[in-house]
């Protein structure tokens, strides 16, 4: 898994989950071990808001478990809900409902200061051992951020067309907020074997589109590479693009980014491995395996396999993935022809 992400010479494409995708003992009792790595998710700094607080209360809604987070800060309060679901939560109202709300967002910000936890990373790091690595996370970009984290996609349209001085200044602040959050990664990567830092932005062209991708996301990919570049690191920038990309090729190629995770390749999203390993030359690409094949027939699931491999298995730029949630349970099929797949080509 170091060599892939390093771009050096190694044996076969990794194998690897992330941590609490299937039952872990049960997948390498079918598997094997060493033919399943981990991906822990795991943090590279403390955040500190010591004025603002947030309490969760569980309750039902409408038959489901759901839960309602309450943020409380020195301008007000915000609530979110969420609802469980047979695969995965789904927000079911978020924290901004309106333009009024993100004055109590940037009282947020202004409170939040980060400190680097490099023994806490390192802990992760002796933990995981062997199998795998520490996923390291620094956090969203401000677009993204929002979108998932905190607004309606439909209400932030309106909110940026309706309210632009407003909205700069909420970015601003977001931005402002990352570079910190940025200065305290890097001292971890100082002192630490960080192999990469990830931002987990979950980009897809179709919600953010290219001018606000260079707007609002590349000049953050850039801001932490150059910083990286300062303390004399040549670790990755990761992000997390589990989407359709074609229309962010160019700008993907211009930003800097080594390591692609969760790329989402056909029949799933609209990136192969191939045109990923053309457009990113300097690049690494961790794949997703397309969810929707682990529905399908043992034979197409080795089939893709050896598609995925055919495509990048001697590029030692490749890692196929197990990053997106998948069907219940279909790992018990899925999984020992996709390491079937992988040991066959390598034979």
């Keep these: ?4 992400i390093r771009g050096e010479p190694h044996d076969r494409v990794p194998f690897v989950s992330y941590r609490g995708m299937a039952p872990t003992k049960e997948v390498w009792d079918l598997v094997g071990r060493n033919n399943l790595g981990l991906l822990g998710w795991t943090g590279v700094c403390g955040c500190q808001s010591p004025n603002c607080r947030r309490e969760v209360e569980p309750f039902e809604l409408n ?5 309602r987070t309450i943020l409380h800060t020195p301008e007000g309060k915000l ?17 901004i409902k309106a333009p009024a709300d993100y004055k109590i967002l940037l009282a947020l910000l202004r409170d939040q ?43 932030l349209a309106a909110h940026m067309t309706d309210e632009p001085a407003l909205m ?13 959050a940025f200065a305290a990664a890097c001292e971890v990567v100082r002192q630490a074997p960080v192999p990469y830092l990830l931002l987990p932005d979950n980009i897809t062209a179709p919600m953010i589109g290219e001018s606000n991708f260079r707007k609002y996301c590349m000049p953050m990919y850039l801001k932490l590479r150059e910083m990286l570049d300062e303390i004399g690191s040549d670790i990755p920038v990761a992000v997390h693009t589990d989407g359709d990309l074609r229309p962010l090729w160019k700008a993907f190629a211009e ?16 990136t192969s491995v191939a045109d990923a390993l053309r457009e990113w030359p300097g690049a690494g690409v961790g794949i997703n395996f397309p969810s ?26 490749l890692q196929i993935q197990i990053s997106e949630d998948m069907p219940p349970n279909a790992w018990k ?15």
């Design 113 to 155: 200061h980060y400190t680097p936890e490099a023994q806490s990373w390192l802990a992760a790091w002796n933990e995981i051992g062997d199998d795998g690595l520490p996923h390291t996370s620094i956090g969203r970009t401000a677009y993204q951020a929002l979108w998932v984290e905190w607004v309606n996609p439909v209400d």
């Design 333 to 347: 099929k899925s999984f020992p022809q996709i390491v079937r797949g992988i040991n066959d080509f390598y034979a």
């Design 79 to 95: 609530s979110e809900v969420w609802v469980d679901a047979a695969v995965a939560a789904h927000v079911h109202e978020h924290f």
């Design 255 to 270: 930003s800097r980014v080594g390591w692609f995770d969760s790329l989402s390749p056909p029949p799933d999203n609209d």
């Design 1 to 4: 898994m170091l060599a892939v």
């Design 168 to 180: 700069e200044e909420v970015f601003a602040a977001m931005n402002a907020d990352m570079a910190k």
């Design 292 to 317: 929707s094949v682990h529905l399908k027939s043992e034979r197409e699931i080795y089939e893709t396999t050896m598609e995925i491999l055919a495509q990048g298995g001697r590029s030692n730029r």
């Design 63 to 67: 038959g489901r478990a759901a839960r």
